[in-house]
């Protein structure tokens, strides 16, 4: 008979004070530290010079493994989906209105006491007309257990992008974990500015709206990098000073790929307190060969499998004859997620377990000797029973001056902003 898990009562205590209400709604009897992305934040602001991972759970083993690394590095976490990999038109099994439940599941199963926040990622609005939609959206995803969000109006020009924030913003609940993004992820072309980016964190702070993080383009891409040419570390840590005022935190876009060095400046050098990691875990729980930085290995332009790691060789070879079938090459493997969860767990349990192990293993390291993670659980257990509430309370304090910031004055300013974009084109996870 399995020995039930074991609580402090300063982690009870925290369950009862930190959960936010629609956790404690959907999981009232749950054992599962889930909460705000804004402690998350708050956490890694106060150890300093560290930054956690946001793991893509594009499949059930990434979760698992990602939540056992960070119960045994005692590291605050977040778990998250993008809109492009888990929304409406997903391409994964784990989507935006299940990954708070298989989370919470796995955390009451694995005896998980580390807190850990839910967030949708690159909520996209690529055009105003998918504002109203939205709307009705972002209300569905909080009754479904997002603790956390990212309104990704970067597709759209900077007046549009900034509007789109400011209309969204009523939907998302006040105590939740709030990100916003300026320029796509498109490596070296289009970077990003200090000018973009104060535009849209002070028209944000006019309207007593205090994001966490804010994403850049600062030189990374999604998806597989076909050398650790990446993050811009120079660029981040500028235009996070140029907004220091404003006391907002990084988010890391595009970190699978980047070397360990360049990801430990990022941690250490900029204030950049979130660091999505998506494509390496997807890769490493199907037993692709990975360097150092989480990119696949590739040899006469295919996957490397691994023997002994991953899934069964006979269900890489469906997964090979698949992919060839629908002409999915590189990047687009990710497109397998859907069609092969199911069959993924059904597996032996052998196989299942070292597919999320090897996640777990990449994870520790990252969150222990890269990211400097270690130990921010209990920050945010500490913090939880400070304030005695599911809510921190608001990250700034209002500097600008609201009607400077009405629409036609939004309007007006983006005109005399100067910036380069980079190429048109599909930039989604």
Known sequence: MTKPFEYSSSFINSLDLGRPPNIKKIFPNSKALIVSGKYIDHAMLLKGSCMTIAANGRNSFVIRGALAAAQRANAAIIIEIARSEGGTGAYCSVNLWNIARQTDAFMNELGITIPVAIHADHFGIKKPEDIEPAKEEIVSLFDAGITSIA????????????????????????????????????????????????????????????????????????????????????????????????????????????????????????????????????????????????????????????????????????????????????????????????????????????????????????????????????????????HRSHDPGKKAHNIEDKNEWTVEKIVEKALNITSDKGPDGDFDD
Do not use: C
């Open 151 to 386: 309104i990704d109006a970067s597709h759209m020009p900077d007046d549009q992008n900034l509007l789109a924030n400011l209309e969204l913003h009523k939907y998302i609940p006040d105590w939740a974990g709030l990100e916003t993004e300026v320029g796509e992820i498109k490596g070296k072309l289009g970077l990003s500015t200090d000018e973009e980016a104060l535009f849209l964190i002070q028209g944000l702070n006019a309207h007593d709206i205090f994001p966490n993080w804010i994403a850049l383009n600062n030189g990374t891409t999604h998806g597989i990098e076909a050398s650790d040419k990446g993050i811009n570390v120079e660029l981040t840590a500028q235009i996070h000073k140029a907004l220091k005022k404003y006391n907002i935190s990084g988010a890391q876009h595009g970190t699978s790929g980047n070397n360990s060095q360049r990801l430990r400046d990022i941690a250490s050098k900029t204030r950049t307190t979130k660091a999505n990691v998506a494509t390496a875990l997807q890769m490493i729980s199907w037993g692709f060969k990975v360097n150092d930085y989480g990119n696949a290995i590739l040899e006469n332009g295919e996957f490397i499998k691994q023997n002994g790691k991953g899934v069964s060789q006979s269900l890489w070879k469906e997964m090979q004859a698949f992919a060839k079938k629908n002409g999915l090459k590189g990047g687009d493997f990710k497109k397998l997620n859907l069609p092969f969860e199911s069959k993924s767990l059904v597996q032996p349990k052998k196989i299942r377990d070292r597919m999320a192990k090897d996640v777990e293993d990449f994870v520790f390291t990252l969150l222990t000797d890269i990211f400097n993670t270690t130990d921010t659980a209990t920050i945010v257990i500490e913090e939880i029973l400070k």
